[in-house]
C-alpha cells in the first residue's frame, strides 16, 4: 500500500487516538496530576509499540520521561524525535468554549488544552514512523523518541538524563515540533536560536540618602551615575560597545542573507502591530536579520531613589538595572558576562561602587543550513506543502536545544507544525487538522530524506 493511501485509510483512527490522549490532564505543575502524568507517558509507551518500536518509561527526579527506539543497522542514520507531553494548567476555565481536557473538533480544528503544544505536535512522529512501518515494512533510520514530562516547567530533569544517557540518546540529529511556522500555509525551519547573559548590576554612592539641597553639586548620584553608564552601552551606529562582545560572533552567511530575503516580512506591519514608531539598531544589517541573527542588549529593568507621588528632594545613594544581552553562536554566555561586568565597572563615574550579579545564562545554537538535517527537512516540507521552504533563526532561547547540541553533537532541527493563532498556553487551544494529517506525512517524508542507504 502506498503511503498516501495507508494515511487516508488511518486518519479517523489517528485522530481518534490523539484525542484519547488529550483527554488525559497531564498538568506537570500540579501535584494533584501525579497520576495523569503516568498515564499520559504510558498511553504514549503503548502508541509507540503499537507503531512498532520498543518503549519504556524511565524514571526521573521529577516526571517520567518516554523514551522509544527502533534500531535498523548502526551504521544507519539516528534521528532523535524530541517533544514533551505535559501541559500549561487550563486556567482560567471559564474562558473555554469547552471543558480543556474534552477535546471537540469542530469546523476543521481540534480543541484541547495540548493540542498544539506539545502532544499534537509529537503524536505526529509517533503516527509518521507507524505510517511508513506499516507499508514498507522497516524504518530506513535508527528512530529514538524522548518525550519528557517537565518542558512546561523549565525541564528541571532533562540535563542530567540527557548526560547520564549520552550513549542510549546518542544521534546525528534531532527533530523537535514543539512551535509554530511563520504563517499558515507556511512551511518553516527554524534552524538558530539566541542565546542569553542577563546581569543585574548594583551601584552605591553613599552610606545613605542625601538631601539634595545640601549635598547637590558635592557629592555622586547613584542614579546620574548608572544612567551615564547604561546611556554607554551602545555606540553611535547602535553596536553593542563592550569590549570584545563582537569577538565570537559568528557572521550571517551569504545563503542565509539571501534566504532571510525570501521571508515576507513587513517591516511597517511588524512595528504597527507593536506599537513602535521607529525600528532602531545596528546599523548595516536588514531589521529580520538583527532579530533573528545579530546579538542584542537591551536594558530589562531600573531602579533607585524615590518613586512615591510628590516629590521629595533626595540623591539616592543606591540604583540597579537588570541587563540581559541575546547571544548569537559562537558567544558564550559567562564570556559576555563577565565582559559586560567588567566594562561596567570601568565606566562608572568616580566615587560609584559597582557590584554585578550573573543571574542566568543560555547558550546559543545553529544547525547550518546546508546540513543533511536542514536539507532533509527542507525536502520533505517541500513534498508535502509542494512549496518553497522558509529558513528561519529566532531571537529567543531553548535550553534542550543547545544542550542536544553540545551533549550529543547531534544537529537540531525545529519544525513547528502548529501556528502561532494556535492560543498555545490560552484558552480554547488548538490544533488545525490539516497541520496535524500533513504533519504525520511530513514526519513519514522526514524519516525517508534522511536515510543514508545504510
Ligand atoms: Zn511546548
Redesign the pocket.
Known sequence: MSLTDYLLEAQERQLKELLELLKIPSISSSSKHQADMEQAAKYLADNLKAAGLSAEIMETNGHPIVYGEYNLHPDATTVLVYG?YDVQPPDPLELWDSPPFEPVVKDGVIIARGAS??KGQVFVHIKGAEALLATTGKLPVNLKFLIEGE??IGSPSLSAFIKKNRKLLAADIVVIS??AMLAPETPTITYGLKGLAYIEVQVRSAAMDLHSGAFGGGVPNSINGLASMIAKLHDEQGRVAVPGFYDDVMEISTAEREAFTRVSFDEKDFATEIGVSATPGEAGYSLLERLWARPTLDVNGIGGGFQGEGAKTVIAAKAMAKISCRLVPNQDPDDISEKLGRYLKEIAPAGLEVTVKDLHGGQPAITPLESPAVQAAAKALRTVYGKEVIFARTGGTIPVVSDFQRLLDADVVLIGLGLETDR?HSPNEKFDLINYYRGVRVSAELLGALANGN
Open positions: 514533551h503544544d506539545d518542558e512546561e514543539d512551535g498555545i
